[in-house]
């Protein structure tokens, strides 16, 4: 099972950006799904998630502005991220809580990142 992530780059501050993240592997089942961001010397923290019935939950710092969506058939999660600020520079790995067909019980799994960068 793995997750490989898309998307990012440099963009001007007030810009727009897309980030998306497909699972592959032998999956049985998806539960959430969800969008961390590290920013150099700081912890990773949550940004935004979204279960399998579709229910989001964002940072606050990026309420009204990201927005979080998932297409259940193909097993991916996008992050459309709009109004963007030099403060949402940071690496954004995206995970997903799923349960493999080869191991019993549910796993975290993350992708490798990919960097996103906010030019002021």
């Known amino acids: 099972v793995q997750l490989v992530e898309s998307g990012g780059g440099l963009v001007q501050a007030r810009g727009s950006l897309r980030v998306s993240c497909a699972a592959s592997g032998s999956i049985f089942r998806i539960n959430d799904m969800a969008w961390h961001r590290q920013a150099p010397g700081k912890q990773r923290d949550l940004v935004a998630i979204?279960?399998?019935?579709?229910?989001?939950n964002y940072a606050d710092s990026v309420k009204g502005r990201f927005t979080i969506s998932r297409d259940n058939d193909k097993n991916t999660v996008t992050l459309e991220m709009n109004s963007l600020k030099p403060e949402d520079t940071a690496v954004y790995y995206c995970?997903?809580?799923?349960?493999?067909?080869?191991?019993?019980?549910?796993?975290?799994?993350w992708g490798q990142g990919t960097q996103v960068t906010v030019s002021s």
């Open positions: 995970s997903a809580l799923m349960v493999a067909r080869d191991r019993p019980g549910s796993s975290r799994y």
């Open positions: 979204i279960t399998n019935g579709g229910d989001t």
